[in-house]
């Protein structure tokens, strides 16, 4: 199979929700992503607040959900590897200035607190994995039923075009409709 074919049946299996699919992605695009979220943190004391396992965790569960929910159409690992480090990149920076605006004296955090102290594991935990499950599930309850169809229509792996010729609208204003549905619902849950 060639890489572009690999690719392809990879994200069909991370849409579809299969857990070996999204660890797999994990292994493939998780360094990268940490590479970009510690270019952004050369604060040290930033980095004793949160590391860049905590900004990768959000990217990940960002982009599953809005895989599983149809919102991306990707043609190559290099267009997901510039998605995620994009989306890394956005996130940290909001986590930088969520924690300068709220005036915090980063001096005076206890680096000996257990919080510093745990390590992130390299694999999801059972608590993880229901955790992500029950945000899918949150996700897709706050979606108009319009969006919810659009999500689905998607995670079947139609096209864009496909289903704007079903709808007789444009691929375009579909997409937006979709991808502004998901950013209000991420935004209700606090997901950003």
Not at 83 to 99: G, N, T, Y
Not at 145 to 151: D, H, M, Q, R
Not at 152 to 160: H, M, P, Q, T, V
């Amino acid at each position: 199979m060639s890489d572009e074919q690999t690719f392809h049946n990879l994200i069909g299996r991370v849409q579809a929700g299969e857990q070996d699919a999204a660890a797999e992605l994990v292994r493939r695009y998780e360094p990268a992503i940490r590479r970009v979220v510690r270019c952004r943190l050369m604060d040290t004391r930033l980095r004793r607040v949160f590391d860049s396992m905590d900004v990768c965790q959000s990217v990940l569960a960002s982009f599953f959900v809005r895989a599983a929910l149809g919102q991306y159409d990707l043609k190559s690992s290099d267009q997901l590897l510039k998605l995620l480090s994009q989306m890394a990149r956005h996130k940290a920076i909001d986590r930088v200035r969520r924690e300068r605006a709220g005036r915090r004296d980063l001096e005076r955090r206890n680096e000996d607190s257990e919080a510093y102290a745990q390590a992130a594991a390299a694999d999801a935990s059972p608590s993880e994995q229901v955790a992500g499950r029950e945000l899918l599930v949150e996700f897709r309850k706050r979606l108009s039923p319009e969006e919810l169809e659009l999500a689905d229509l998607r995670a079947e792996g139609r096209e864009w075009a496909e289903i704007a010729k079903d709808r007789n609208e444009s691929a375009e204003a579909l997409r937006k409709r979709l991808a502004r549905g998901l950013d209000r619902v991420a935004q209700q849950i606090g997901l950003e």
